[in-house]
Each structure stands twice: as C-alpha cells, then as structure tokens.
C-alpha cells in the first residue's frame, strides 16, 4: 500500500487513496486502522497525541455521499485539525468538507470507492492525565448503490496511556526513564519544540500501524523508537534501535551493514540508497571503539513525491553493557510533487547540521547485565 506523498514524513491531511487488496465477499462493508503517535513539546513538557484513523472500503461496493463522524472522549480535546487539499494524488476525488464542532471531527466525501482508504488526522490535548482512554468508533453514513442511506459503526477502542500521560518531564526524561537513551534536544536542535513518536511505515511491516505509537522494548537491552519533527521540507527524524549482543554477534562487514541501513530506512517510507553517494567509514566514535560512521542520500522509490535528503547512522557496540545499537538520522528539505527533483542544497545543509548536532548529544545509560542480577 502507498501512502501519498506527505505521509511518509508526517500526518499532513484528511486525504483517500486507492490500495491493492481485494475485498472478500465475507468481509464487513469497512475495516479501521486507529493509531495514536505520542507527541512531546521539549518547551512547554506538555504531551498530545497525533491520530491517524485509516478507514478501508472493503466492500467491494462503490458508496457515494459519505459522512465520517469521529467522537473523542471525556478528557480529551481536538488541538487542530490538518487543513489541506484531498484526493489529489492518487485517486482524483474531491476534496472533503471537515469540521470540528464540540468534539465531534465531521467529514465528507463525495464517493468512496471499492478499495479506497481515508485517513483522518488530528492532534488530540489530553486536559488531564488519563490512565485509560476510549476512543469511541468511526461513524460512516454512505448511500449505497441502490440509493439507500446506510450507517455504520465501527468497534471502541481502548488504551493504556499510563507511560505517556502520567510521565514527570519533557521528552528527554521519558526517554531515559524507558529507554535509557538520550538526545539532548534542547542543545542540538533548540527551535525544534515538538517531537512525535512514528511507526514503522506500513510499506515495511506490510500492515497499517495501530494502537498507541510510542517505545518499544521488551527490557532495557532490546528495543527501538522513531521520532520526526517537523513538516516536509523542515523534516528531521531519528530511528534508535538497539539489542543484546556479544562481541562476536556485532556487525562486522560492510555487506551486513547496509542491509541493516536499508532496514531501517524503510522503516521511515518508501526509500532506498543512492549508492554513489555513500561514505562508510569505521574507527572510534564517543567511547565506542570500531563503531561504524555512514553519510549518504536517500531516494524515494516514487517519482515526484518526496525527492531526496541526506542522512547519516553510526552502528557501535557498548562493551560495557553488551548492547549493539543502530542509530539512523534523516532528513527532508524539499519541495513535495514535480518540484521534489529541485535540489535545496541551503536548506539541506541547515538540516545536516542538525542531525550531526543531535547525533553528538546520544547517550546510554544501560547497565551491564552483572549488575542487573546484583539487585
């Protein structure tokens, strides 16, 4: 499945686009995709979530005058809703009325068609801290072919907030409190306030993300988290992923090493490497002896969408705690569309000096497992 253009970076819009799945005829008439991307404000230290609510026309049907009505909870209240043209990109639809009254998102579109999907952004404020929250299901009003108005409902759904709502400090805490890894973000990068936690691209994991977008990890030796700051063409993001490993498990050759870069990169979106513009070299970095240092560009593999960006990773392996890690900093500073190819070699420069900055102010605070089995 592809996402248009934007969405590879960034929640950006209530926008529908065409998937390849077939429908089956034992299938409901819709499936939902609910996600909710833990965001921080390093100024303020407030936290909100960013929604991202996948509808998928599974029916096989073609519906027209379709209302989409989202309620959000007690609790909780609506701090933007994305304002931009729809259905541009993929499918030539319509652009939707949508609306926020009372808590209530509303949207509308004139046709929806057989393996089309909506999404719908918003960024929620949470007015106190919740342990638990229900999000009510989508409400979707269509007029099916026989010129019947229908309505459905989708499933509530419900999450456990307590890590994110109930955390003391900004995002920096946070991060150490369940990674035990840090960025000084407030010195690296101090314009940029706001800080969201993203997903794995659903063109990596096959599948559209659901559920609370946050940390993950199992302990604190295994785990991994993305965050993106910024919209597109003012984009940096950042994929942290680190395991339990001995010395003779560490990556030791090149050939190992790039199929991790490009794991991970897919991880962002649809993107591959520009192989002329590699540079990989490998010596001390920080305390980590033999660490691997990689600059180069990545490529989106769909023409006229995002264009390209540097990045850069370092891979290195704590003796100390015996934990690899992979870390991964990109960046996207053009225009969106045809005017993607327009290289931006000022902006590019601004944001590589950004991701240098910030790669700088990484710091692990995982203890050695010896001292794990003291306690």
Known sequence: MTFPRAAAFVSAAFFVALANSPASPDSPLFSVYPSYGAKFDIGTEKFSLVTQMVVYNISGQTFTDVGFKQTFPDGVSVKETYQRE????????????????SNVFYANLPTFKNRMYVVIPNELVLARRLN????PGV????????????TAKMQDNTYDLFIYSNVVGGLERFLHKYN????DFAKAVPNRKEW?????????QGRFPTGIIGTSGDNQYNGHFRLRSGPPGDNIQVVV???????????????????????????????DVQPDALKVTQ???????DSWSIEGRWVDTVKNRLGEGPLKAKVFWGAREDVEYFVLALAHGRALG?????PSPDKEAQLTGQIDRLLDTFKSSIVPLSYERRR
């Open 86 to 101: 729809v259905g541009t990109e993929a499918t030539g639809e319509q652009s939707s009325a949508r609306k926020v009254e």
């Open 132 to 135: 638990e929250i229900t999000f």
């Open 139 to 150: 409400e979707i009003s269509y007029t099916d072919p026989e010129g019947q108005k229908q």
């Open 180 to 183: 035990n890894i840090t960025f």
């Open 196 to 204: 969201e936690f993203a997903p794995i691209a659903a063109s990596a």
């Open 241 to 271: 992923a680190y395991k339990a490993a001995q010395k003779n498990e560490r990556v030791k050759d090149q050939e190992t090493l790039m199929k991790l870069l490009r794991d991970y990169l897919h991880w962002c979106g649809e993107f």
């Open 283 to 289: 010596g001390q970095w920080k305390k980590y002896d």
């Open 338 to 342: 045809v005017d993607s190819a327009s």
